[in-house]
Nanobody
Framework: QVELVESGGGLVRPGASLRVSCASSGRMSSSSAMAWFRQSPGKEREFVAAIRWSGGSTHYADSVKGRFTISRDKAKNTGYLQMESLNVEDTAVYYC???????????????????WGQGTQVTVSS
């Protein structure tokens, strides 16, 4: 069983940077993937970024490509989402998710992930 705990959200101004973290209570297996999704009020949960735990390959939504960077520290069983040049459209609750054996075509799908964190609020406002 894996428990995920996010941290690092907050209120920032447009153009600022923020890093959110996702700590896993259990060891992430080599076949695992970790992803970040976000959800704004009145909108569906959307994919943000994903990373293969073993090889480290990354995948991004077009809306964040070039601004956000997903990474992981295998020794700490912790994933990160570094967010740069934040804008008001990035305001959302950010959730991390983990799953085993997630195939390439499913990396962007919420249903592919078995474990979810409780979410952390990121608010971008002037």
């Amino acid at each position: 069983q894996v428990e995920l705990v996010e941290s690092g959200g907050g209120l920032v101004r447009p153009g600022a940077s923020l890093r959110v973290s996702c700590a896993s209570s259990g060891r992430m297996s080599s076949s695992s993937a970790m992803a970040w999704f976000r959800q704004s009020p009145g909108k569906e949960r959307e994919f943000v970024a994903a990373i293969r735990w073993s090889g480290g390959s990354t995948h991004y939504a077009d809306s964040v490509k070039g601004r956000f960077t997903i990474s992981r520290d295998k020794a700490k069983n912790t994933g990160y989402l570094q967010m740069e040049s934040l804008n008001v459209e990035d305001t959302a609750v950010y959730y991390c998710a983990a799953g085993m054996g997630v195939i390439l075509s499913s990396l962007r799908m919420a249903d592919a992930y078995s474990y979810w964190g409780q979410g952390t609020q990121v608010t971008v406002s002037s």
